[in-house]
């Protein structure tokens, strides 16, 4: 069997990796030039670190990445909502890491190339196509840069996982049109800054439609520390406006953005003076796509956002991408055929990643700052006398039971809460 792949994002990547581990042969296909660190900060939480960690690579996560210990959740007067523990501190047997994206996809390229070959991954070339028969399925590329003749290559299954304007989910479902946009935009940066609290912490502070979020994104090194920061505003309605054109990681003025931080207050931190010090920011519309009824087709199958694109709440975007990945390398390494094999991923991680997708344009977890912001939009003296600690661990834990990642403290209190 060899399995060609296009995209070399992290689920992308990841995939190669799980195959390649398991004997499969497989080439991955990338667009750009080369595989670059870039984008800004994530969260990858403990199921999918647990993945990461069974093919070997928590050493070097370590090295780029910052174990969560505590994320807080704030009103956008910096009044707490709620705290919980993250990671091993909340009894994972494995770290949530706060990382760069960039270093996250590169900590998984060098080992795929490590233990594979510089040759697995092809540069430059774009998916134009695809035809599919009875014995194989064969991709057409065209030269991402002169959008010339690229190459064809055939295979016994092609895993689309080229993002939220996947090149394949399209010629599936050409009628579907442009992503969904809930009118939010977002401007996300990092900077070097002075830690905040022990250098291991998040925060969220605000709603679904003025947030501010934090979270430190390496190790300190001389007092400074790599701070990742995102403010969302909600500036139109999504329904009836597309998102302003070209704002998809389109470079952001500093002094558009700083009016929008100036609305939060993360205790104990400047977060203003960071914003201000940050050299680059980048803009992105807050956009997903509705649930699909079917990912695989034959021979081809879709992966990662090319599958299940989702608002980035919960800290769940590339932590779905890297569990697709581990259910699509086991079912291809037992299944007798390909096509049955793309059939029992699909029924694995469809229903799962749609149900994310749906809470996720809840609010996620970050749900309770909203509904402590609805019943109090002044702000409050005690959290308990808005909202009772069982309502607010229902919000929080019952997102990370559905996603997939609760602790057995949130199971336990998830169940207590159930009978009343």
């Not at 990858?44 to 093919?55: K, R």
């Not at 540069?123 to 695809?130: D, E, P, R, S």
């Not at 502070?205 to 007092?223: C, D, N, Q, T, W």
């Not at 990945?325 to 990643?353: F, G, N």
Request: hydrophobic share 40%; glycine share 12%.
């Amino acid at each position: 069997m060899k399995v060609i792949i296009v995209g070399a994002g992290i689920g992308g990547l990841t995939a190669a990796l799980m195959l390649h581990r398991r004997g499969i042969p497989v080439e991955v296909y990338e667009q750009s030039s080369e595989v670059r660190e870039v984008g800004v900060g994530i969260n990858t939480l403990p199921h999918a670190i647990g993945e990461l960690a069974e093919i070997g690579l928590l050493p070097a996560l370590d090295r780029v990445g910052v174990r969560t210990r505590e994320l807080f959740y704030y009103n956008r007067y910096g009044q707490e909502v709620w705290r919980e523990p993250r990671g091993i501190d909340a009894g994972h047997p494995v770290p949530q890491f706060s990382i760069h994206r960039g270093r996250l996809q590169k900590v998984i390229y060098d080992a795929l190339i490590e233990r594979a070959g510089p040759e697995i991954v092809k540069t430059g070339l774009q998916l134009a196509g695809f035809i599919q028969s009875e014995g194989g399925v064969t991709a057409h590329f065209t030269d991402a840069i002169t959008g010339g003749t690229g190459k064809t290559v055939t295979g016994d299954v092609l895993v689309c996982a080229d993002g939220i304007h996947s090149v394949g989910r399209k010629a599936f479902y050409p009628n579907e049109g442009p992503p969904n946009w809930t009118g939010v935009l977002m401007w996300r940066g990092a900077a070097e800054w002075k830690p905040w609290g022990d250098g291991r912490t998040m925060a969220i502070g605000g709603g679904m439609g003025a947030k501010f979020v934090l979270y430190p994104i390496a190790h300190p090194e001389s007092g400074r520390q790599l701070m990742n920061w995102v403010v969302n505003i909600k500036m139109a309605d999504g329904a009836k406006s597309p998102p302003p054109k070209e704002s998809w990681s389109r470079p952001a003025q500093r002094a558009l953005v700083i009016p929008y931080a100036k609305r939060f207050t993360i205790p104990g931190f400047d977060h203003v003076g960071l914003v201000e010090a940050t050299k680059q920011i980048f803009e992105y519309p807050m956009a997903d796509r509705d649930p699909l009824p079917q990912w695989s087709f034959g021979r081809v199958t879709l992966l990662g956002d090319a599958a299940h694109p989702m608002y980035p709440v919960g800290s769940n975007g590339a932590s779905q991408a890297i569990l697709d990945a581990r259910a699509l390398a086991d079912a291809l390494a037992t299944a007798e055929h390909p096509c049955h094999a793309l059939y029992v991923y699909e029924k694995d991680r469809l229903p799962k990643t749609a149900e994310v997708v749906r809470l996720n344009r809840k609010g996620g977890p970050e749900r309770v700052i909203d509904e402590a912001e609805r019943r109090a939009p002044a702000g409050f003296d005690r959290i308990d006398d808005v909202m009772t600690e069982a309502e607010r661990q229902a919000i929080v834990g019952g997102y990370a039971g559905k996603a997939g990642f609760a602790t057995e403290k949130d199971k336990i209190a998830e169940l207590r809460i159930a009978k009343g």
